[in-house]
Protein backbone atom coordinates (compact mmCIF):
# COMPACT_ATOMS: atom_id res chain seq x y z
CA UNK A 1 0.00 0.00 0.00
CA UNK A 2 1.15 3.53 -0.75
CA UNK A 3 1.85 6.12 1.74
CA UNK A 4 -0.15 9.38 1.61
CA UNK A 5 2.80 11.41 0.08
CA UNK A 6 4.02 8.60 -1.83
CA UNK A 7 2.97 8.82 -5.79
CA UNK A 8 1.97 6.22 -8.07
CA UNK A 9 4.06 4.85 -10.41
CA UNK A 10 3.90 2.47 -13.28
CA UNK A 11 7.59 1.46 -14.74
CA UNK A 12 7.75 0.71 -18.58
CA UNK A 13 11.09 -0.28 -21.46
CA UNK A 14 12.78 1.73 -23.12
CA UNK A 15 11.18 1.26 -26.31
CA UNK A 16 7.49 1.90 -25.04
CA UNK A 17 9.07 5.24 -23.11
CA UNK A 18 10.74 6.54 -26.12
CA UNK A 19 7.51 5.51 -28.18
CA UNK A 20 5.21 7.04 -25.98
CA UNK A 21 7.63 10.67 -25.34
CA UNK A 22 7.46 10.74 -29.48
CA UNK A 23 3.67 10.31 -29.57
CA UNK A 24 3.21 13.33 -26.35
CA UNK A 25 6.01 15.51 -27.86
CA UNK A 26 4.78 19.28 -27.66
CA UNK A 27 1.74 17.99 -25.49
CA UNK A 28 2.51 19.98 -22.25
CA UNK A 29 5.36 18.35 -21.58
CA UNK A 30 6.28 21.18 -19.24
CA UNK A 31 3.35 20.31 -16.85
CA UNK A 32 2.08 16.79 -15.41
CA UNK A 33 -0.15 15.44 -17.73
CA UNK A 34 -3.82 14.06 -17.31
CA UNK A 35 -4.96 11.42 -19.91
CA UNK A 36 -8.86 10.55 -20.25
CA UNK A 37 -11.03 8.34 -21.76
CA UNK A 38 -14.56 9.18 -23.20
CA UNK A 39 -14.88 5.73 -24.75
CA UNK A 40 -16.64 3.08 -23.35
CA UNK A 41 -16.54 -0.81 -24.48
CA UNK A 42 -20.63 -1.95 -23.17
CA UNK A 43 -22.12 0.93 -24.58
CA UNK A 44 -23.13 5.22 -23.99
CA UNK A 45 -25.17 4.42 -21.17
CA UNK A 46 -21.60 4.31 -19.20
CA UNK A 47 -20.75 7.45 -21.64
CA UNK A 48 -20.74 10.93 -20.01
CA UNK A 49 -21.39 13.89 -23.08
CA UNK A 50 -18.51 14.79 -24.95
CA UNK A 51 -19.41 18.38 -23.10
CA UNK A 52 -18.77 17.23 -19.93
CA UNK A 53 -15.63 15.83 -20.78
CA UNK A 54 -14.84 18.98 -22.51
CA UNK A 55 -15.97 20.47 -19.31
CA UNK A 56 -13.91 18.28 -17.15
CA UNK A 57 -10.67 18.64 -19.20
CA UNK A 58 -10.98 22.53 -18.90
CA UNK A 59 -11.31 22.89 -15.49
CA UNK A 60 -8.23 20.46 -14.45
CA UNK A 61 -6.22 22.70 -16.77
CA UNK A 62 -7.44 25.87 -15.34
CA UNK A 63 -7.05 24.95 -11.78
CA UNK A 64 -4.45 22.49 -11.50
CA UNK A 65 -1.83 23.55 -14.57
CA UNK A 66 -1.96 20.09 -15.70
CA UNK A 67 -1.96 19.21 -19.77
CA UNK A 68 -4.74 16.95 -21.07
CA UNK A 69 -4.34 13.50 -23.21
CA UNK A 70 -7.45 11.80 -24.26
CA UNK A 71 -6.59 8.26 -25.09
CA UNK A 72 -9.03 5.14 -26.23
CA UNK A 73 -9.43 2.61 -29.01
CA UNK A 74 -10.37 2.93 -32.23
CA UNK A 75 -14.29 2.46 -32.84
CA UNK A 76 -15.21 4.00 -29.30
CA UNK A 77 -15.96 7.39 -30.60
CA UNK A 78 -19.28 8.63 -30.82
Known amino acids: M ?23 DGTAADRPRVA ?3 GS ?3 TAKRWAAER ?7 LREREGVGIVLVGAPGLAG
Do not use: I, K, Q
Open 53 to 59: YAALADA
Open 36 to 38: LNP
Open 2 to 24: MSSGERPRMPVGETAEAEAAALL
Open 41 to 43: TYG
